[in-house]
Every structure is written in C-alpha cells, then in structure tokens.
C-alpha cells in the first residue's frame, strides 16, 4: 500500500545532517543542512560536495530525491528536483 502524498509543506522544513542522509537512485549522500520551503525551493548545505551529487541533479532529468533518518526511516520524499544554479527546486509533492 503506497503512502498518502501531501502538497509541499506551509512552513519550511528543516532536517540536520547529524540525523539524515539523502538518497538518489539508491546513493546515499551526507549533507550539512536541508531546508523545503514552500514555494518548493530547497536549500542544501553541503559540507563537501559530491560530484556523483551534483551530476545526479544537474543532468536535466528530475529525480526524486529520499531524506532518510540515520535509522532508515524515509522522513520525506521529493518529487521532480532538479538543480537550478545554487538552489534545488523540487516540483509537485512531498511525501512524510
């Protein structure tokens, strides 16, 4: 059974990398902070960047991007993001 999808959130939300990782195409990546804002802008520090990270994102192609507690636990999925400059914008839904 697939997981009610929610709109984008109404405040931003904001998750550590003390105690999340992100996941694309099932790589897993370290970041500093993560910020969803509800115009569907996302802000990632990145302490150092991945190469596999950026090129993931900046290939034109949308991913869907998976922030994951240091338990496993999914805390949210982003749908359709794609680098545009500095910032990430993810399109469409996020999922709790």
Known sequence: MQKHQEPLPEETRSFSGEGHRLFIEG??????????HPNGKMELDLQNPDP???????????????VVNREGVRNLVLQGCQLESRTIACHLKYRR
Do not use: A
């Open 52 to 66: 596999e990270l950026t090129r993931l994102l900046g290939e034109g192609e949308p991913r869907v991007i998976y």
């Open 27 to 36: 790589r897993g990546f370290n970041f500093q902070s993560l910020k969803v």
